[in-house]
């Protein structure tokens, strides 16, 4: 339809009698929504959402499952057990424009039983599958795009029975200039193909601003195995004329592992080098003075454009010993080209036998088989290093097996990075407790092979386990107390706090009605902390700038909180959550340490942030003689912090 047709129409249902203003705007709503270019399918509803028209989502944490590094600079990663969407619901509040990284594999609706909506599986004959799978997909990567930061990018796996679909949608969610590019993993050739032989599936990659993105290039593998051999080496004492012969013959023995680097073939004290650097200017007008060869004392053949820096430069480089003379002046000097600057970007095209991911993954568990076809953690490593900075946050939220926290893990392994992971995966045959964070509890212990081989675990990573709860949506007092008490372990994700303390200035914390948290973590271990095995002295222990977290949830607490932050150095503020009916956090009665505190209502900034992602919830008439009796619990009754949740 013209543009100047769907004017007149809309002019004509304005000014149509007989119809009333909520078909009016409905009409009127239609027209407008119409597309002229893009993707159309027909939404379908989805239980989980209809369930979050009543209830909001919270997040428990299952104590007994918290792995805990003894290194007090361990990365906390989080896992997530329950439905993804309501697991993005709770991200909303706590990392909206904080995640730098989105992986996510999800279900490639491939008709066989591989992809569930609604508790039943979609096979290839159900008129709607593409409808379910986009209305599925489409909800989930809403939330995502608000998670992810200004730098942001996210990776998206899929094959060809969605690839088509997904890439159009994730134009219109995240804009077509936004589309960073398509990666190719080439897997294992299916060994039964009707026409065509499949031998790869896709890897989308979008960014939430393409103007804030970074160059991607990374020092590449190869040139890493190489520097390490080079040291090796040196390291052996051995004169350089040998060592050179020992780099070649390793360069030999290794080719298949070197690809595009195997010119970097001399070594000296300094390391591997190539001597392919030209000397020479490539321009017209270069340099014209003479080089003289330090051994014989004569000029060496000046090229016809001349030298390619001033006399000056060139000395430079001589005396820092990064020119390779030839043997007498016949030759020309060449610069060393040191292996350190071989960089390398992301390509397009991925090479992983997908069949040798199994094994590894059936290896971690001493050769049970628990999950087909996991993503290697290689490859994962290699995208997220490309993607990532070493304090980045990256994201799975259809886990799965645990590949990208193993990634993650590895990847800091590696290069000393300190990366965040979050996982999000619901407990559907056990997967979430008896694979997802089984395995990579194994890989962060440690585990033994079938045959025999220990596998020394990446020890310097903390995982905490989450499980979705829920409290009513109606804004009653009840459910008010109630959400405020249960988001704690969610404002200990927010601010990455977790070390807890029985004391804040000389009172007791729960006796009175709150919590604290402080970034200090004695021991590596999370455990309730009296303050005098802390520190006799609470100001000079406090007054260095740790980070610091009260949750206030009886507002009667917040006079004798005032008189003890008064009498308190504080170097920096001390985040105070603290429960409110509206929006004021109390800012009149803190005003006396207003410099002390940064303060935020609750629950009123859990229900803003739902709000921007919750669908819209059911209208009801409230009868007050019919409040549920879950909701009619009193206060003390709520306030109970012991912890719940299965066995490790």
Request: aromatic share 8%; charged share 30%.
């Amino acid at each position: 339809m013209k543009a100047t047709d769907r004017n007149k129409l809309i002019d004509r249902i304005k000014t149509l009698e007989g119809l009333t203003d909520d078909e009016r705007a409905a009409l009127l709503g239609l027209l407008n929504e119409t597309k002229t270019y893009g993707l159309v399918w027909e939404d379908k509803p989805e239980e989980v959402e209809e369930r979050l028209r009543m209830e909001l989502p919270v997040l428990k944490e299952v104590r007994s499952r918290a792995i805990i590094s003894d290194n007090a600079d361990s990365p906390n990663h989080i896992l997530i057990e329950g439905d993804n969407l309501e697991a993005l619901t709770t991200l909303a509040y706590t990392h909206e424009g904080k995640i730098d990284v989105i992986y996510i594999d999800p279900p490639y609706n491939t008709g066989k039983k591989d992809f569930v909506y609604n508790d039943t599986f979609i096979d290839s004959e159900d008129s709607f599958r593409h409808s379910k799978w986009l209305s599925f997909i489409s909800r989930r990567l809403k939330i995502a795009k608000k998670l992810l930061s200004d730098k942001g990018v996210i990776f998206l796996s899929i094959d060809d029975n969605e690839q088509a679909s997904l890439k159009l949608l994730c134009d219109e969610l995240f804009g077509e200039s936004n589309f960073l590019g398509q990666l190719i993993l080439k897997t294992a050739t299916d060994n039964n193909p009707s026409q065509i032989n499949t031998e790869h599936e896709y890897m989308l990659c979008y960014c939430k601003r393409r103007e804030t993105q970074n160059n991607w290039q990374r020092q590449s593998q190869a040139a890493k195995r190489l520097i390490a051999a080079g040291k090796e080496i040196l390291s052996s004492g051995v004169a350089i004329d040998t060592a050179q012969k020992e780099l070649r013959k390793w360069i030999r023995a290794n080719k298949e592992l070197l690809p595009q680097v195997t010119h970097y073939n001399n070594i000296d004290k300094k390391g591997v080098y190539s001597s392919s650097g030209n000397s020479s200017n490539p321009h017209p007008g270069g340099y014209t003075y003479d080089i003289i060869h330090p051994i014989t004392g004569l000029p060496c053949p000046k090229p016809a454009n001349g030298w390619r820096w001033p006399q000056t430069t060139f000395l430079a480089y001589d005396n820092a010993g990064e020119i390779e003379w030839g043997k007498d002046h016949s030759t020309q000097p060449h610069v060393k080209k040191r292996i350190e600057t071989s960089m390398e970007y992301l390509r397009t095209l991925i090479y992983e036998d997908n069949r040798g991911t199994t094994k590894t993954l059936a290896e971690i568990f001493g050769g049970e088989k628990r999950f087909d076809n996991p993503k290697p953690h290689t490859v994962l490593s290699r995208v997220i290093d490309f993607a990532s900075d070493k304090d980045s946050i990256i994201l799975d939220f259809f886990a799965g097996s645990g590949t990208t926290l193993h990634a993650v893990m590895q990847l800091n392994a590696d290069d000393g990075g300190k990366r965040q992971c979050i996982l999000c995966t619901n407990n559907e045959n056990g997967i979430c407790e008896n694979v997802t964070y089984e395995r990579n509890k194994r890989v962060i212990q440690g585990y033994t092979k079938p045959n025999g081989e220990e596998v020394e675990g990446l020890h310097a990573n903390n995982l905490r386990y989450y499980r979705t709860d829920f409290v009513g949506r109606r804004r009653t007092p009840q459910n008010m107390r109630r959400l405020m008490l249960l988001a704690s372990d969610m404002l200990c994700i927010k601010e990455s706090l977790y070390t807890e303390h029985d004391e804040f200035g000389g009172m007791e914390t729960l006796k009175n009605g709150f919590r604290y948290f402080t970034s200090c973590n004695p021991g590596g271990t999370r455990r309730n902390i009296k303050q005098a095995q802390v520190s006799s002295s609470f100001a000079r222990d406090f007054s260095d700038g740790k980070k610091q977290m009260l949750i206030v949830y009886n507002e009667e607490a917040i006079y004798d909180i005032v008189d003890a932050l008064e009498a308190m150095e504080v170097a920096s503020p001390i985040i105070v959550y603290v429960f409110s009916p509206g929006n004021d956090a109390w800012n009149s009665e803190f005003e006396s340490v207003c410099d002390k505190v940064r303060l935020t209502a609750l629950p009123a900034a859990i229900y803003n942030a739902y709000k921007r992602v919750l669908p819209k919830p059911k209208t009801t008439l409230l009868n007050l003689e019919e409040v549920p009796k879950e909701e009619k619990k009193e206060t003390e009754d709520l306030f109970d912090f012991d912890e719940e949740g299965g066995e490790a």
